[in-house]
């Protein structure tokens, strides 16, 4: 069995479907989202989309993409958060209507290379994102288009 080392604390990997706890996780961030005169648009499969993980850790990386999204765009524009399987991955991403400042745009090059630096990203959430893509061997991609900004974590799916 997989285990996850961090600040002293061992934890079991298992497999965990990331559409179903995505679910949950956005259902209690839609409210707060809605206070803050964000449009929430969500994409998420039905079928199971399961990487070898703690819950507590996909439910940290959806939160932290919210959070990241949430940080960059401007009021009352649309957040997208969504959850795909492409082959042998799972990719989970949000997209906002944001623009990044030189700064911000380094910090998501640094974490994008996945260099562990909180320092290097202008949100702590992105920081935690790309930890979390580290942590469980997954890979960060962050780009700015001009639509928006897209934060995105893909990790290894388990093996049917």
Do not use: N, Y
Request: with cysteine; charged share 30%.
């Amino acid at each position: 069995m997989a285990r996850l080392a961090r600040a002293g604390e061992e934890r079991a990997l298992e497999p965990v479907d990331v559409a179903a706890v995505a679910r949950r996780e956005i259902e209690a961030l839609e409210p707060e989202l809605a206070r803050g005169g964000f449009t929430l648009v969500v994409s998420i499969p039905v079928e199971r989309c399961e990487v070898m993980a703690t819950h507590e850790d996909v439910a940290m990386l959806v939160q932290a993409l919210a959070d990241g999204a949430r940080a960059v765009a401007p009021a009352r524009s649309e957040i997208t958060l969504r959850v795909r399987s492409d082959g042998g991955q799972v990719e989970v991403a949000s997209t906002d209507a944001g623009r990044l400042s030189a700064e911000e745009r380094l910090g998501l090059a640094r974490l994008a290379a996945a260099v562990k630096d909180d320092g290097a990203a202008s949100s702590l959430a992105w920081a935690t994102a790309a930890r979390l893509a580290v942590d469980l061997r997954g890979g960060l991609l962050a780009r700015e288009t001009k639509e928006g900004v897209t934060m995105a974590v893909r990790l290894p799916r388990v093996a049917k």
